[in-house]
């Protein structure tokens, strides 16, 4: 990067909101509807407001996510756009952000467990039937989890036929997901680390690394480093 260019250190946004519990009304809304509509006409309530930018379309997401999920925490923003399957396997900590477009796909008899204060951004995708995202992770925008894969065996038959093998997939607190990055089944991502946009990872990454790359490598150790006030 040139020396020329100018950067500015700015105040997080997300990450700093303090919790707003919801208001009694809208929980007293969510418990209504899990008691008067089954999973499917839920599922068909919600797309009715999915596509929606307006006040009411929010709340109307995050009332039906809370009368469907096995748990759903406070101040929870869902966008437009977003897609489930099995959200009775889900929970839902306080104060996640979900980007529009993003899908996540739980199994049945799946667990599929999002921390507090998580920020999500849009378009991205989660094989969720066995997955934890522990509290405060940013996930970039595009961003994958897959968590099977066909066997491919007996080779004389389609591979999209044969089994699939489930792995848990972890994504440990205040780890950060670059843009577009892919993690593979099987893998845990230690605490604080960061994964470079467009990673593609295959093992476990350790605490506070760094990893990029097609697959993801270690490229160094978080360190803390002097501000731009200090320089």
Known sequence: MS???????VKAVHGLQNLKLDPEYELGLAEYLR???SNEGLIELYGRFVLGDGDFDKLMRRTIWRAMARQFGHGVNIGS???FKHLETFEIGNQVFIGSQ???QGRFDGKCIIGNHVWIGPQSYFDARDLIIEDFVGWGPGAKVL???HTG???NIPIIKTDLEMKPVKIEAEADIG???VILPGVTIGKGSIVGAGSVVTKDVPPFAIVAGIPARFFRWREET???KEK
């Open 3 to 9: 020396e020329s260019v100018k950067s500015r250190i």
């Open 35 to 37: 008691h008067q509509y």
């Open 81 to 83: 756009g977003v897609g």
């Open 102 to 104: 993003s899908y996540i």
């Open 147 to 149: 968590g099977s894969s």
């Open 153 to 155: 065996v007996p080779i």
């Open 179 to 181: 843009m577009n990055a």
């Open 226 to 228: 002097p501000s731009i």
